[in-house]
């Protein structure tokens, strides 16, 4: 095995390490606090800058990774999560291989753009759709919070994700 491999491979690891904690910390033991009884969702930042640092397949399956570990949790979803993180993954490296630059304002940019996205067609697809009284209140009152929440936290996932990244990146000058 070529040192290159090993690298990508250690890289990877660390990828899917930071995925199950994310999992695990959003989902098992809450470490940050509830605020208005929401906590933050964390999978969806941890996937989409997975996803802005290693391209449209890496970040495709990692997109499914964070949203397979999310589904086994939730209720009603039943694969939706996986679908959706995966699609916007897959998105996000291809549009940042073809047309943008990485760094942490268009991960701003982006991970308000699918977060904001995906607390808004859950509501409608499982929320809304199945005639829950009151769901359209749940919005203002549950989804966009926790939205709010989730976004405060998108600078740590890009510091974490590039140190990953960097220390794990092969380059000739190493040898």
Same mark, same amino acid.
């Given at each position: $095995?070529?040192?290159?491999?090993?690298?990508?491979?250690?890289?990877?690891?660390? =990828?899917?390490?930071? *995925?199950?904690?994310?999992?695990?910390?959003?989902?098992? &033991? !809450?470490?940050? !606090?509830?605020?208005?009884?929401?906590?933050?969702?964390?999978?969806?930042?941890?996937?989409?800058?997975?996803?802005?640092?290693?391209?449209?397949?890496?970040?495709?399956?990692?997109? &499914?990774?964070?949203?397979?570990?999310? %589904?086994?949790?939730?209720?009603?979803? %039943?694969?939706?999560?996986? $679908?959706?993180? $995966?699609?916007?993954?897959?998105?996000?490296? $291809?549009?940042?291989?073809?047309?943008?630059?990485?760094? *942490?304002?268009?991960?701003?940019?982006?991970?308000?753009?699918?977060?904001?996205? =995906?607390?808004?067609?859950?509501?409608? &697809?499982?929320?809304?759709?199945?005639?829950?009284?009151?769901?359209?209140?749940?919005?203002?009152?549950?989804?966009?919070?926790?939205?709010?929440?989730?976004?405060?936290?998108?600078? &740590?996932?890009?510091?974490?994700?590039?140190?990953?990244?960097?220390?794990?990146? =092969?380059? =000739?000058?190493?040898?």
């Amino acid at each position: $095995m070529t040192v290159q491999t090993k690298a990508r491979a250690k890289k990877y690891a660390c =990828y899917a390490a930071v *995925i199950v904690f994310a999992h695990i910390f959003q989902n098992s &033991f !809450p470490v940050f !606090p509830e605020i208005m009884s929401v906590r933050p969702a964390l999978l969806l930042s941890a996937a989409v800058c997975i996803a802005m640092f290693e391209g449209e397949l890496i970040g495709a399956a990692a997109g &499914f990774l964070a949203g397979a570990l999310w %589904d086994t949790v939730t209720v009603t979803a %039943d694969g939706y999560n996986a $679908m959706f993180l $995966m699609i916007a993954c897959a998105v996000c490296g $291809m549009l940042l291989r073809v047309f943008m630059r990485n760094n *942490i304002i268009t991960f701003i940019i982006m991970n308000t753009g699918i977060t904001v996205l =995906y607390f808004l067609s859950y509501a409608l &697809f499982f929320i809304t759709a199945r005639g829950i009284s009151g769901a359209l209140g749940m919005i203002p009152r549950y989804y966009l919070p926790m939205a709010l929440y989730s976004l405060i936290l998108t600078p &740590f996932w890009y510091l974490l994700i590039r140190k990953i990244y960097r220390k794990f990146s =092969y380059s =000739y000058a190493q040898i």
